[in-house]
């Protein structure tokens, strides 16, 4: 505050308290750290040495204070954009300071598009191919292909198969500020891995990468006092199957959650999950990607594990026995038990004890967590399904368990789960973003 000498309101020590608390408020928004005088009384001594270290401390946080940076924040709600299933959601939302803020729940698709494919060395004519590509799977197929056919290529029944592969990504346009941006991205999870004969075992599937506040910081550019308009693209779900489908090989892994300019140039990007450890025809060793995918046990070989993106997520397990547990956004994989996911609340900087805030935790969070990788199975004497990890993992399986929670939960990037004695898949969740704005 402004003080003359002469003036005795507000008196001289108040001042100086007073001081004494901006000088440090300030530093702290500078990250610099700075010695103060202390809190004075009437009667105290070395007066002229408190405002010495005043003039050292200001002079110190103008040669190396670094401002804070702006908040990047939409400047209006995120709109629905190609290919997205389901327009943006907004709940309100206490942070940890106290305020309020605008949370925007953008979602990535559910479900998967169903093709036929020919197995794999079968030759038809090129007709006939064309005629099986224009054949739409409904959603209700039940696996008998002679229905599905038409009557002149119902000769080709055992020799056709029904490939399971992923939607589209989610876009979704928003307009931002430049700055630190204030919103979590969360990767799709990956499908578990599975076996062609009913003694193999497949890993779990590691979660979907986090990235955002409170992690691997994205940064819009830009002018101040400018706006930019943005397309965020969320990772749609990893498709699972039953033993009577087949995977779309390529698209195991889970799908990347994005954040493009106008320019399509990605300003930052949530890896998707890295799928678990596959025994088909052949071995393949798991995945890598945000979250890597669990091992299976294949003595005769060399086993290794899924790793991660640092900063993004964790390896996957390497199993003893078995097939091991994918890698979460928070903790590995440890060999058969799925990693654990992380806080989401802790993440964004919100409020638990706030009603509201919860209603958002309860709807989209598995108990406040989100990305946790797929369990995986234990084979032997006492054969067991593992658990995924907290953050929507699912958990390991095999036919006839009854085990309905194998695939990794939509909307929070979970890992599909292990298999055993089966060749299904438990497929990955599909991911989403979460940005902070104003109240409204």
């Given amino acids: 505050m402004p003080y003359q000498i002469g003036d005795t309101e507000p008196p001289h020590i108040d001042v100086h308290n007073e001081l004494v608390g901006q000088v440090a408020a300030l530093a702290e928004t500078m990250s610099v750290q700075v010695d103060l005088p202390p809190i004075v009384s009437l009667g105290d001594t070395g007066h002229v040495e408190n405002h010495n270290q005043f003039t050292v401390a200001i002079q110190k946080i103008a040669d190396e204070g670094i401002p804070p940076s702006p908040i990047s924040q939409p400047v209006q709600p995120p709109t629905q954009g190609t290919d997205a299933q389901q327009a943006p ?3 309100m939302v206490k942070m940890a300071d106290g305020s309020r803020a605008t949370l925007f729940i953008l979602l990535g698709n559910t479900g998967s598009v169903d093709t036929l494919r020919l197995a794999d060395g079968v030759e038809v004519p090129d007709d006939v191919r064309e005629k099986l590509k224009a054949i739409t799977v409904p959603s209700d197929f039940t696996g008998d292909l002679k229905k599905l056919l038409p009557k002149g290529l119902q000769t080709y029944a055992d020799v056709v198969q029904v490939q399971s592969d992923p939607q589209n990504a989610a876009q979704y346009d928003v307009t931002l500020n430049p700055g630190l941006l204030a919103g979590v991205f969360i990767a799709s999870g990956a499908t578990g891995g599975t076996a062609n004969n009913t003694s193999g075992v497949g890993g779990g599937g590691g979660a979907g990468g986090v990235t955002g506040l409170g992690r691997s910081p994205i940064y819009i550019p830009g002018e101040p006092n400018t706006t ?3 397309v965020i693209e969320v ?8 033993a009577t489908f087949n995977p779309n090989f390529d698209s195991l892994n889970g799908m990347h959650s994005i954040i493009r300019d106008s320019g399509s140039r990605v300003l930052g990007a949530a890896v998707g999950g890295g799928y678990g450890a596959v025994y088909m025809n052949a071995f393949e060793s798991a995945g890598q990607g945000g979250s890597g995918g669990g091992s299976i046990d294949r003595t005769e070989r060399f086993v290794t594990n899924g790793r991660g993106v640092p900063g993004q997520g964790n390896h996957g397990g390497l199993a003893p026995l078995g ?3 994918g890698g979460g956004a928070g903790a590995p994989g440890v060999d058969l038990v799925g990693g654990d996911g992380v806080e989401i609340a802790t993440l964004l900087g919100l409020n638990t004890n706030d009603q509201s805030t919860m209603a958002f935790i309860n709807q989209f969070t598995d108990n406040g967590y989100v990305a946790g990788g797929g369990g995986g199975f234990q084979i032997g004497a006492l054969a067991s399904s593992m658990p995924g990890g907290k953050g929507g993992g699912g958990n ?4 006839g368990d009854g085990q309905d929670t194998r695939n990794g939960q939509d909307g929070m990037g979970g890992g ?14 599909s991911g989403a973003v979460y940005l902070l ?3 409204s």
Avoid at 396 to 399: A, I, K
């Fill in 89 to 91: 959601v907004s709940m």
């Fill in 228 to 230: 930019g308009n943005y």
């Fill in 235 to 242: 990772g749609s779900s990893t498709p699972g199957t039953a």
């Fill in 323 to 325: 097939g091991g547990a």
């Fill in 396 to 399: 390991g399986w095999y036919s």
């Fill in 416 to 429: 599909g789960g292990g298999t055993y004695n089966t060749t299904g898949l438990a497929g990955g969740g």
């Fill in 437 to 439: 704005g104003p109240a």
